[in-house]
């Protein structure tokens, strides 16, 4: 019983530190957010975005931005995973989150226990594609037409681990043409919406921030959008059918960013970082600037940091069976 007294004592210390600490958080030393690629992309952009309205809502906070691009999103994530959890490095990544599980048989973490989950910040939704000479005009000639055509068309993607690489693997699992089209990875989205739009490719699924303007100009034809609702409020995208509407029951597929942190950190400082992410999420600035990027302000339960976690385990689980079917592996 002797042994009692100075246990509780200990715990009384840690939590009376813990409380103190993010009574003093952040204090001097800046919050840097890891986005896992480089400079100038769409994450890197969404980041910045939120470190600025971040600054408003929490008082006296200096948020800064550090690029650590590499293996597909790996390596900023691992260095997040491996930080001190003080509140002060933290990841803003995408839905490469639920991806890398199934891209990489090996991992140097555990999504869903090394991290703290701040909670979702914006969704993108997709579109699927065909060039410009595609003679299909609506989503059932093109399925009928890509069907019609087995093994004589292709399909593009950014990379392994893309927007445009995820997308086309859950279409082609959902309508069952898994090996009726050739897959073409190029290094970017660039080079390969170029060559969608020159005619190389055939087939391409990504991101209403890569592909609005392209299809607004009619470089390349669209044929349906890929989130579980009609996009009822996008001026271009508003008339094109749902995947869903098309027959695919359940597909519900966008490009999503969420917030965290080592795991580990003190629960003050994540209540602390939570509030002041749900409040930078309402910022009217932050809202305007993520739907010039194509994105929708995420405004419901995923915002917390519970839905948050359930969330992405719920597009691991529905991600990496259609990754381990396909075959193909980033390691």
């Not at 055509?149 to 993607?157: D, E, T, V, Y």
């Not at 009726?180 to 490719?201: E, K």
Request: proline fraction near 6%.
């Amino acid at each position: 019983m002797k042994f009692v007294p100075s246990l509780v004592a200990v715990a009384v210390a840690v939590l009376t530190v813990g409380t103190a600490n993010a009574q003093d958080y952040p204090g001097t030393k800046p919050v840097t957010f890891v986005v896992p690629f480089a400079a100038g992309g769409p994450t890197d952009r969404v980041a910045r975005d939120l470190a600025e309205a971040m600054r408003k809502t929490m008082p006296g906070g200096n948020f800064t931005v550090e690029n650590a691009a590499g293996a597909g999103g790996t390596i900023g994530a691992n260095k997040v995973a491996k930080a001190k959890a003080d509140g002060h490095t933290l990841l803003l990544w995408h839905i490469g989150m639920a991806a890398t599980p199934g891209l990489y048989r090996k991992l140097p973490y555990k999504p869903l226990e090394d991290f703290e989950y701040l909670g979702l910040v914006n969704e993108v939704p997709m579109t699927l594609l065909g060039k410009p000479q595609l003679p299909a005009n609506t989503y059932r000639d093109f399925e009928n037409y890509i069907r019609a055509n087995s093994g004589k068309l292709n399909i593009a993607h950014a990379g392994l681990g893309s927007a445009s690489h995820i997308c086309g693997l859950m279409w082609q699992h959902a309508v069952k043409l898994n090996d009726s089209m050739t897959t073409i990875p190029f290094g970017g989205t660039a080079p390969a919406m170029t060559n969608l739009i020159g005619g190389q490719v055939d087939v391409m699924c990504d991101q209403t921030t890569n592909t609005t303007s392209q299809i607004e100009a009619g470089r390349v034809k669209a044929f349906a959008v890929t989130t579980a609702k009609p996009l009822s409020n996008h001026k271009l995208l508003k008339d094109y059918p749902t995947l869903q509407e098309m027959g695919l029951k359940g597909f519900d597929l966008t490009i999503w960013h969420g917030l965290y942190a080592p795991k580990g950190t003190p629960e003050p400082i994540l209540k602390k970082l939570n509030d002041a992410m749900k409040l930078a999420l309402k910022d009217p600035e932050f809202i305007k600037k993520q739907e010039g990027l194509g994105a929708v302000v995420v405004t419901d339960k995923r915002m917390e940091r519970a839905e948050h976690k359930a969330f992405v385990a719920a597009e691991i689980a529905k991600l990496k069976p259609v990754i381990d079917a396909a075959g193909k592996f980033a390691d």
